[in-house]
């Protein structure tokens, strides 16, 4: 699993989404900008996130997170309930 570089901190955080409001733009293929991590933290369920380039699908549980490198293409879905946000760093 990736981490964060440790020079990056976190500038800005989503509200907190639910499987009924994740927004059109988070299940489509997109991307960070330049220089702007994502760290995507699943508070309760489960969500899947899905990597464009590759087609990796990781499962992500309550009290997990995943990483987003900039630029990286990506999506994700929920599974089931879900209540997760997202924060972004440089």
């Keep these: 699993m990736k981490s964060l ?3 990056v901190a976190p500038y ?3 509200p907190d989404f639910t499987e009924a409001g994740i927004p059109r733009t988070l299940q489509d ?3 960070t900008k330049t220089g702007v991590w994502g760290r ?3 508070d309760s369920g489960m969500l899947l996130l899905t990597f464009a380039g590759t ?3 990781i499962t992500l549980r309550a009290g997990d ?5 900039p630029e ?8 089931g309930s879900v209540v997760f ?4 760093c440089r």
């Design 5 to 7: 570089p440790p020079c």
């Design 12 to 14: 800005h955080r989503t």
């Design 29 to 31: 293929d997109h991307a």
């Design 40 to 42: 995507i933290v699943v």
């Design 55 to 57: 087609g990796e699908a």
């Design 65 to 69: 997170t995943g990483i987003i490198a």
């Design 72 to 79: 990286e293409r990506h999506r994700v879905r929920a599974e």
């Design 85 to 88: 946000h997202v924060e972004f």
